[in-house]
């Protein structure tokens, strides 16, 4: 088992800046594919970005490219999402997930392919 705790979400203005943090337990993580999805109030959770487990590659939502980015530390445990330049319709609930390493390809776009989530963390962004 894995355990996904997001931090970091909130209130926030038009145009600021937060970063997320997701903090893993229970396996190692450094076997692990990372990704953040998002859920707004009424609509389907949808994929935000993603990075492989050593980081080699990166996965990036059109709707948040340039905006936001995706890191990890593995010696921490631990997955960002750095979010800039937040406009409103980036309000949701934002959730991280683990996908166990497997010798084949997998698309991390995918929820379907994630074994594990967190709890989500609300993020609020007014204009």
């Known amino acids: 088992q894995v355990q996904l705790v997001e931090s970091g979400g909130g209130l926030v203005q038009a145009g600021a800046s937060l970063r997320l943090s997701c903090a893993a337990s229970?396996?190692?993580?450094?076997?692990?594919?990372m990704g953040w999805f998002r859920q707004a109030p009424g609509k389907e959770r949808e994929f935000v970005a993603a990075?492989?487990?050593?980081?080699?590659?990166?996965y990036v939502a059109g709707s948040v490219k340039g905006r936001f980015t995706i890191s990890r530390d593995n010696a921490k445990n631990t997955v960002y999402l750095q979010m800039n330049s937040l406009k409103p319709e980036d309000t949701a609930v934002y959730y991280c997930a683990a996908d166990l390493l497997e010798l084949s390809s997998t698309d991390l776009t995918t929820a379907a392919v994630y074994d594990y989530w967190g709890q989500g963390t609300q993020v609020t962004v007014s204009s």
């Open positions: 229970g396996r190692t993580f450094s076997n692990y594919h």
């Open positions: 990075l492989t487990w050593n980081s080699g590659a990166t």
